[in-house]
Nanobody, 124 residues
Framework: QVQLIESGGGLVQAGDSVRLSCASSGSSFSSYGIAWFRQAPGKEREFVAAVRATKTTHYADSLEGRFTISRDNVKNTAHLQMDTLKVEDTAVYYC??????????????????WGQGTQVMVSS
């Protein structure tokens, strides 16, 4: 059974930094791509960032420069470093595993396993 557990969310101030973690178990972690998605209240789930098994990274155009995704194949974990947080970053952040083809790395449907999410609330 594959399980993903996110952690690190909470209530923070605009301009702060937060590092989210995703702990994976039950999968051949190093062979999967990892992605972060987020969903704000009343909005659809959107792509945030992904790191492939090759360590290649991808970001939503609007977030690149503020967010950094990484993975540790020894610890079977992935992280999302979020800097200079804005109020509009408030959302539930989800970690996912999959084996997307390169052209579909941002596609929700390409990911097999999902965590339950961790809430990030940014106040002004």
């Amino acid at each position: 059974q594959v399980q993903l557990i996110e952690s690190g969310g909470g209530l923070v101030q605009a301009g702060d930094s937060v590092r989210l973690s995703c702990a994976s178990s039950g999968s051949s972690f190093s062979s999967y791509g990892i992605a972060w998605f987020r969903q704000a209240p009343g909005k659809e789930r959107e792509f945030v960032a992904a790191v492939r098994a090759t360590k290649t990274t991808h970001y939503a155009d609007s977030l690149e420069g503020r967010f950094t995704i990484s993975r540790d194949n020894v610890k079977n974990t992935a992280h999302l470093q979020m800097d200079t947080l804005k109020v509009e970053d408030t959302a539930v952040y989800y970690c996912a595993e999959g084996r997307p083809i390169l052209s579909s790395v941002r596609d929700t449907n390409m990911y097999y396993y999902w965590g339950q999410g961790t809430q990030v609330m940014v106040s002004s």
